[in-house]
């Protein structure tokens, strides 16, 4: 249950109102008027609250549960309690994160200038705009109506923000351009020079980095992740795309439109990464690589390759996931051998 403390509520609502808003197809409901006060995962629910169920793992905590109600899937309605009210729909998950955001919605933006942010004359900031304490607003910005900027944040020379972005406390930004209604979280760092230098007999010399970076609408950048802008071209964000914590974003980089990103994910200068692509955690990708559309890449994998589109890849480096899959399969069966410590030089009777 969300702390209302923190989270903003708007509910109770009924399961009418929560089967509409959602696409969801009641199921031994007898009282459709039934109110729902809260929102909970099936291990934490008590009466009053809805839940989901999308993975048969779980099924014994919706037997255990004490939801009023529990978003499922027609193939798993069958083991469900015959107490509890079923919402029927394809993706349960998807549908209890809508009816999460209704009961919880964001917090809402209210306009004010906090007296100590220090606004250049010639900045430009919309309408309904929320600055706080310790804001630094360099000159020609450009804030459209309705952003959130928080405390400390720095907003260097002729950056410009889309409608209703929120930036998280301590984040800079340089060098960029940022769409609307994208969320960057405390700590960013955008738009910062790319690591590039040329190296001789005399030691490296430092490129300059002249490009920018672009972000387009509903983009999130997570907490401390870094994006470089380019050497030249321009560092581009699809819309959509979802970028985790610690994720650092090399110059020159290209990443499509619904892209997501995972923490500690680190993508070489000029690669380009298609639409959707899935980068799970710690993937290093690098330099000058194309990755296509819709591949997806296992946590921990050293990308050294170019990646064609749908490919399912995984290990350092990369191979197809089911080669992934039996290369650790016979490691482990390797291990597993009579003799094979013996056959890598491990002294058993040592204790090695």
Not at 31 to 59: C, Q
Not at 144 to 154: F, K, L, T
Not at 289 to 301: D, E, R
Not at 320 to 345: E, F, N
Request: glycine share 14%.
């Amino acid at each position: 249950m969300a702390d209302r403390r923190f989270f903003e509520y708007s509910g109770p609502f009924s399961l009418a109102d929560i089967a509409e808003r959602t696409g969801s197809q009641l199921r031994n409901c007898p009282d459709p008027g039934l109110m729902i006060n809260e929102i909970a995962a099936l291990e934490s629910a008590i009466s009053g609250d809805i839940s989901f169920l999308e993975n048969r793992r779980y099924l014994a905590a919706l037997a255990k549960t004490g939801a009023t109600a529990c978003f499922i899937s027609e193939d798993l309605a069958t083991r469900a309690p015959g107490n509890i009210v079923l919402l029927l729909t394809d993706r349960p998950r998807r549908s209890f994160a809508r009816i999460s955001r209704v009961f919880h919605p964001d917090d809402v933006v209210r306009s004010e200038i906090h007296a100590s942010a220090v606004i250049a004359a010639s900045a430009r900031v919309g309408a309904d705009c929320r600055i706080e304490a310790g804001v630094v607003i360099g000159e020609n910005v450009v804030i459209d109506e309705g952003c959130w900027i928080g405390p400390n944040v720095v907003i260097g020379k002729a950056v410009s923000l889309g409608a209703a972005t929120q930036i998280g406390a301590n984040a800079s930004l340089s060098h960029c351009e940022i769409g609307a209604r994208c969320l960057i979280y405390p700590g960013a760092r955008i738009g910062q020079p790319g690591f590039g230098f040329e190296v001789d007999a005399f030691g490296p010399i430092k490129v300059p980095q002249l490009g920018r970076v672009i972000i387009a609408a509903d983009v999130e950048v997570g907490a401390n992740t870094t994006i470089d802008r380019g050497a030249g071209p321009d560092t581009t964000i699809g819309r959509g795309t979802m970028i985790d914590n610690l994720v650092q974003i090399g110059h020159n980089v290209v990443i499509g439109k619904g892209c997501i990103i995972v923490a500690q994910v680190g993508i070489a200068g000029s690669s380009k990464l298609g639409d959707y692509v899935v980068l799970a955690g710690q993937v290093g990708v690098a330099g000058h690589l194309t990755i296509g559309n819709g591949v997806q890449v296992a946590a921990q994998s050293g990308v050294n390759k170019s990646i064609a589109d749908g490919q399912r890849m995984g290990g350092s480096p990369t191979v197809p996931i089911r080669d992934y899959r039996r290369q650790v399969a016979a490691v482990k069966a390797l291990g597993r051998r009579p003799g094979s410590r013996a056959r890598m030089g491990v002294n058993e009777d040592a204790g090695g």
